[in-house]
T-cell receptor
Framework: SAVISQKPSRDICQRGTSLTIQCQVD?????MFWYRQQPGQSLTLIAT?????????ESGFVIDKFPISRPNLTFSTLTVSNMSPEDSSIYLC???????????FGPGTRLTVL | AQSVTQLGSHVSVSEGALVLLRCNYS??????LFWYVQYPNQGLQLLLK??????LVKGINGFEAEFKKSETSFHLTKPSAHMSDAAEYFC????????????FGSGTRLSIRP
């Protein structure tokens, strides 16, 4: 299984600012995913990020709010832009695990917006 | 289209008792099925998965799940609960026909009584 790290592990931000979350994998992967987990809720997929192409966003998520970079096969960033308290969530990145579509998850970034 | 329904947002059992967490899925193609566990303040960890073949799948920490196509179910069990099993458990489904995203259920919080 892949080892995934995320930075920062948590942050407290002011309304209207932006935060960039980093996701680093210890092996090369084609597909990386970004999820949001609101307090007490399940995971909601924000977007799929493939190296060398634009990220594919799910319904309800837009690039202006959640720009994603994928510069190489081991790294990705998610920016949460112009934050509001409703953006307070855990943000998780994951990577594909093999032919059965399983995913391996990072430890998450706990974001609080005041 | 695929979906997952987890019955019971919160399950409480005594230490040493049987653990049963219920999951029903909907899928128009043969599914891949997963159970993930999330310990407090951590990311998700894969417990077990069903792809093809044997319908009784054994995972880590003594958990197992049985794929029942006729009932569209994939319930998670453990014969004897330990205090360390207290966590959030997510059932998830993916398509077996192509590389695709995972759809997560709403989650079940498992509490263990001493």
């Amino acid at each position: 299984s892949a080892v995934i790290s995320q930075k920062p592990s948590r942050d407290i931000c002011q309304r209207g600012t932006s935060l960039t979350i980093q996701c680093q994998v210890d092996s090369q992967v084609t597909m990386m995913f970004w999820y949001r987990q609101q307090p007490g809720q399940s995971l909601t997929l924000i977007a799929t990020a493939n190296q060398g192409s634009e990220a594919t966003y799910e319904s309800g998520f837009v690039i202006d709010k959640f720009p994603i970079s994928r510069p190489n096969l081991t790294f990705s960033t998610l920016t949460v832009s112009n934050m509001s308290p409703e953006d307070s969530s855990i943000y998780l990145c994951s990577v594909e695990g093999g032919g059965s579509n399983e995913q391996f998850f990072g430890p998450g970034t706990r974001l609080t917006v005041l | 289209a695929q979906s997952v329904t987890q019955l019971g947002s919160h399950v409480s059992v005594s230490e040493g008792a049987l653990v049963l967490l219920r999951c029903n899925y909907s899928s128009s193609v043969p599914p891949y099925l997963f159970w993930y566990v999330q310990y407090p303040n951590q990311g998700l960890q894969l417990l077990l998965k069903y792809t093809t073949g044997a319908t009784l799948v054994k995972g880590i920490n003594g958990f197992e799940a049985e794929f029942k196509k006729s009932e569209t179910s994939f319930h998670l069990t453990k014969p004897s609960a330990h205090m360390s099993d207290a966590a959030e458990y997510f059932c998830a489904v993916s398509s077996s026909r192509s590389a695709s995203k995972i759809i997560f259920g709403s989650g079940t919080r498992l509490s263990i009584r001493p």
